[in-house]
């Protein structure tokens, strides 16, 4: 196999981290955002979206989408659990980690894609007032995942899952180029959360 990422990305950054949990070491090759590696005609041809990461199989075919991706290493390499012990657990796990991804990572994404101009080659046209109303909009569900953290130990419930790593991610992502720091905004359990998760092995992954 064959895995396509980028440095610095956050969407490269979860897989990396998922493989870093169970010690997965893959063949990798770097696509240059910058340099808008991931919109010339070889990788188009394996991703037609552009996007990394992609996991090339050693039957050619190219998997695309990063909880995909996921999936099918946690088929591959089952131990340590993060997906799932059973399709009840499964089914909660998925639910935060979408919950998550649709919510306070796009949030993000779209905050720092409309609003950063390090990113104006890649998001074309920007609009920076939708920009800043995701970054509101975003706060209001970190709240959310704030009140969420203070009931439980992790995002997911009573144990480190997909879901934590989505939510790191996201995290850091936003304390790098929104200079979002969720303790300075009242929101302490995330805080704590977010440096617990940070003192993990596998948080220097990607």
Same mark, same amino acid.
């Given at each position: 196999?064959?895995?396509?990422?980028?440095?610095?990305?956050?969407?490269?950054?979860?897989?990396?981290?998922?493989?870093?949990?169970?010690?997965?070491?893959?063949?990798?090759?770097?696509?240059?955002?910058?340099?808008?590696?991931?919109?010339?005609?070889?990788?188009? %041809?394996?991703?037609?979206?552009? /996007?990394?990461? &992609?996991?090339? =199989? !050693?039957?050619?075919?190219?998997?695309?989408?990063?909880? #995909?991706?996921?999936?099918?290493?946690?088929?591959?390499?089952?131990?340590?659990?993060?997906?799932?012990?059973?399709?009840?657990?499964?089914?909660?796990?998925?639910?935060?980690?979408?919950?998550?991804?649709?919510?306070?990572?796009?949030?993000?994404?779209?905050?720092?894609?409309?609003?950063?101009?390090?990113?104006?080659?890649?998001?074309?046209?920007?609009?920076?007032?939708?920009?800043? %109303?995701?970054?509101?909009?975003? /706060?209001?569900? &970190?709240?959310? =995942? !704030?009140?969420?953290?203070?009931?439980?130990?992790?995002? #997911?419930?009573?144990?480190?899952?997909?879901?934590?790593?989505?939510?790191?991610?996201?995290?850091?992502?936003?304390?790098?180029?929104?200079?979002?720091?969720?303790?300075?905004?009242?929101?302490?359990?995330?805080?704590?959360?977010?440096?617990?998760?940070?003192?993990?092995?596998?948080?220097?992954?990607?």
């Amino acid at each position: 196999m064959k895995l396509y990422t980028s440095a610095r990305a956050p969407n490269p950054r979860r897989v990396a981290m998922f493989m870093a949990e169970k010690g997965i070491t893959l063949d990798t090759q770097l696509i240059d955002l910058g340099k808008l590696e991931n919109r010339d005609p070889a990788f188009l %041809a394996k991703n037609p979206f552009g /996007r990394v990461p &992609a996991l090339e =199989l !050693d039957d050619g075919r190219v998997l695309c989408e990063t909880r #995909a991706i996921c999936s099918y290493l946690e088929g591959v390499y089952p131990e340590p659990n993060l997906m799932g012990e059973g399709f009840e657990e499964r089914a909660f796990i998925e639910m935060a980690d979408r919950r998550i991804e649709l919510h306070v990572f796009a949030g993000i994404a779209n905050c720092v894609r409309h609003t950063h101009p390090g990113l104006a080659a890649l998001e074309q046209p920007q609009f920076p007032d939708y920009g800043a %109303a995701q970054g509101e909009k975003m /706060r209001e569900w &970190a709240r959310w =995942l !704030d009140q969420t953290l203070a009931a439980q130990p992790f995002v #997911a419930g009573q144990r480190f899952t997909i879901a934590d790593i989505t939510a790191f991610c996201a995290m850091e992502f936003a304390r790098g180029l929104m200079k979002f720091r969720p303790g300075q905004e009242g929101m302490e359990h995330l805080q704590a959360w977010r440096d617990r998760m940070a003192e993990r092995p596998s948080a220097a992954a990607g």
